[in-house]
């Protein structure tokens, strides 16, 4: 009798062991399991979040490149004379800078198709949208607004002799500048991804 409570015994003890063998197995595939999961999801988000830098640096790139092939084309315009007074009223300037000294980028600003600038401009299709801003200084006195080279706007390297007489003063320099600076924005968008803007303040110079 004691016998065969000795083997039941043992029997049970075999079992219990056994079970929870089974279950400590079924733990530890469930947690590597789990690991292998976060750690598929983490490689995933890794290469979607790599893939999407190097999507946004390689488009600012391009956006870079197609701004100055846009700046050229504008210090390649044959009429020097009225250069400003056609960029003057496409124009403005940012609400929150006064003091005209930042070069921020602002998408409330209005910017425009190339081809208002220039028809024969093409812009690169990978931008999307892509439009652009050419901003002038100009400076009311008196009701009148004028380029003048006695402006305070840092952004534009304002005051500076824009007619290269040796003085600054405050007349119009709308039909005698030999210098003329300018901000340019470029803005592009692509469906359902944010607005970027690149931004380059630059000067003309010549008699063309």
């Given amino acids: 009798m004691n016998v065969v409570n000795e083997q039941r015994i043992h029997s049970n003890r075999d079992g219990a062991t056994g079970r929870a063998a089974a279950g400590f197995s079924l733990v530890e595939a469930l947690i590597g399991s789990t690991i292998l999961v976060i750690s598929i999801l983490g490689f995933a988000a890794s290469t979607l979040g790599s893939h999407d830098l190097s999507r946004r640096v390689e488009e600012r790139g391009i956006a870079l490149q197609t701004l ?3 700046v050229e084309r504008i210090r390649a315009d044959p009429d020097w004379a009225g250069l400003y007074a056609r960029l003057r009223p496409l ?3 940012s609400a929150g800078d006064a003091t005209l000294s930042r070069h921020c980028v602002d998408t409330t600003l209005a910017t425009q198709a190339a081809a208002t600038y220039y028809p024969d401009f093409d812009v690169p299709a990978v931008l999307g949208t892509v439009t652009f801003l050419v901003q002038v200084p100009v400076k009311t006195d008196a009701g009148v607004a004028a380029l003048r080279e006695d402006e305070v706007a840092p952004r534009y390297g304002l005051p500076h002799d824009l007619n290269g007489d040796g003085v600054i003063d405050g007349n119009s320099r709308d039909a005698d500048y030999r ?3 300018i901000v340019v924005r470029l ?14 303040a630059t000067w003309l110079r010549g008699d063309r």
């Avoid at 692509?190 to 931004?199: L, W």
Wanted: hydrophobic residues 35%.
């Fill in 68 to 70: 100055g092939r846009f």
């Fill in 91 to 93: 124009s403005q300037e």
């Fill in 179 to 181: 210098a003329l600076p």
């Fill in 187 to 200: 803005r592009w968008q692509r469906v359902g991804k944010p607005t970027s803007e690149v931004i380059l």
